[in-house]
């Protein structure tokens, strides 16, 4: 791929597409949480234990792509690089919050912030593979779309009845893979891409070559870590017991609750 030209800048395909689909097998394998689906396939909405920690994480690690995206350039011997790709990374992240509330809220009639926050992690993902080859104008569409993106990759997930209690896989795949192909839509030479995107007059060539990459790593990791999950529910099984999963992994695992009160006594 790296012969062909394939562009992965701070790798939107190597991490996270690799994480959101690894993770896409691993729950499918595991199966979803007790009483998350019912028996007609419909869904019961399982609220997050602390929204506010979740909001602390999530601007801890919008802070943090800052190293990640501008670092990736490897020093500071282009300073209007890394200015370039510290600004369109948190234009990403602010179109894709933005996008994703707005989208929630036409769908669901409510601002979801869960809903919310993931958008602006959609929007730093798609924007991390392009982030030094497409100008700011690009990261709006960029974010935007990861961020719509997100909210109805959530939607399609529990449709399909697969379980993804924190959205990795729609913040993670589908906008890592958006992201690699966004490089194919918008790169631009004058920024070092190795070809102008689609919508600057290169036509396919790059998109091509783009989404030959994305679909090489998606299809590896898919038959790699089936066989890796597989190996290890043959040898030591993936999941806990229903007494266990009730109780809370904490008991088991620790001997202790991590929040006094939570823990289900179960009697025979």
């Known amino acids: 791929m790296a012969n062909l030209h394939f562009h992965d800048f701070a790798v939107s395909s190597v991490v996270h597409s690799v994480g959101g689909m690894a993770a896409l097998v691993g729950t499918m394998l595991l199966g979803p949480r007790i009483g998350k689906y019912n028996s007609d396939r419909s869904t019961n909405f399982i609220a ?8 602390l994480g999530v601007f ?5 792509w800052f190293g990640f995206n501008p670092g990736s350039s490897l020093g500071l011997d282009d300073p209007g690089q890394v200015a370039r790709i510290a ?19 036409a769908k669901f009639g409510k601002p979801d912030l869960a809903l919310t926050l993931n958008g602006a992690l959609a929007g730093l993902v798609g924007i991390t593979a392009p982030c030094a080859v497409v100008s700011p104008g690009s990261t709006i569409y960029i974010g935007a779309i990861a961020g719509i993106l997100c909210v109805f990759g959530v939607t399609v997930l529990d449709k399909l009845n697969i379980d993804d209690p924190v959205g990795a896989i729609p913040v993670h795949g589908f906008s890592g893979i958006w992201g690699t192909l966004a490089v194919g839509l918008f790169g631009q030479v004058a920024l070092e891409a190795p070809k102008n995107g689609l919508f600057l007059g290169g036509g396919f060539i790059q998109l091509g070559i783009q989404a030959l990459g994305a679909f090489s790593i998606v299809t590896f990791i898919i038959i790699s870590m089936w066989l890796v999950f597989k190996t290890i529910d043959a040898l030591v099984g993936l999941r806990v017991s229903e007494d266990e999963e009730l109780q809370g992994l904490d008991i088991g695992e620790h001997g202790m609750e991590s929040y006094s009160g939570f823990q289900i006594f179960l009697t025979e």
């Open 48 to 55: 997050g234990h602390n929204i506010p920690l979740l909001t």
């Open 60 to 64: 801890i690690l919008w802070f943090g």
């Open 87 to 105: 600004i369109n990374t948190n234009l990403a992240a602010v179109t894709g919050a933005i996008a994703a509330m707005f989208t929630a809220w």
